[in-house]
Antibody, heavy 122, light 113 residues
């Protein structure tokens, strides 16, 4: 079964760093783009960026570039979303999602992780 | 960025009746070289991740009931649920994947009347 499993709920303070994880199984991890999507409380979906674990080619939404870093460790089939310094506005649910059909960046998300809830509060 | 605009923002439909959601893109998402519309529809139920329903504007994902139908081309798209069931209560999003950054519509909340 193809599956993405995300790391658990996190509570952090403003200014702290954070890395959340998304581990893929049941498929060739290096062969599909994985993206990150933010959903703020009660709001819609925002595409943050995407990475191709095969060669670490990464594309960012300009709205998020410089605010987060997307990376992947293909040796353990895991993609990451990293913040150097959190602020309260980063509080949201974050989903990872795998594109449907291989190495074309122009594709939709057919497999989703369960989400990681991040709360940033002093 | 390509802006995706859905209408309406919310919709109440009686069980067994038709529900129709519109999605318009600020630029065409039809790729002329393969004649494909880079447009997907997702369903999100409370406390769940989104679920892919439709891709290439009109292709149903495996396992999606045939009461869900996607149509349209270029900049104007529609998701139709032919006979609303109780389990269809959700928020529905369109997404363009023609160009990065990929963008979603703001969502349409579908409820039972």
């Amino acid at each position: 079964e193809v599956e993405l499993v995300q790391s658990g709920t996190v509570v952090k303070k403003p200014g702290e760093s954070l890395r959340i994880a998304c581990t893929g199984s049941g498929y060739r991890f290096t062969g599909y783009w994985i993206g990150w999507v933010r959903q703020m409380p009660g709001k819609g979906l925002e595409w943050m960026g995407i990475i191709y674990p095969g060669d670490s080619d990464t594309r960012y939404n300009p709205s998020f570039e410089g605010q987060v870093t997307i990376s992947a460790d293909k040796s353990i089939s895991t993609a990451y979303l990293h913040w150097k310094s959190l602020n309260a506005s980063d509080s949201a649910m974050y989903y990872c999602a795998r594109q449907s059909a291989g190495d074309d960046v122009g594709d939709c998300f057919s497999i989703w992780g369960q989400g990681t809830l991040v709360t940033v509060s002093s | 960025d390509i802006v995706m605009t859905q209408s309406p923002d919310s919709l109440a439909v009686s069980l067994g009746e038709r529900a129709t959601i519109s999605c318009k893109s600020s630029q065409s998402v039809l790729y002329s070289s393969n004649n494909k519309n880079y447009l997907a529809w997702y369903q999100q139920k409370p406390r769940q991740p989104p679920k892919l329903l439709i891709y290439w504007a009109s292709t149903r994902e495996s396992g999606v009931p045939d009461r869900f139908r996607g149509s349209g081309s270029g900049t104007d798209f529609t998701l139709t649920i032919s006979s609303l069931q109780a389990e269809d209560v959700a928020v529905y999003y369109c997404q363009q994947y023609y160009r990065t950054p990929q963008t979603f519509g703001q969502g349409t909340k579908l409820e039972i009347k």
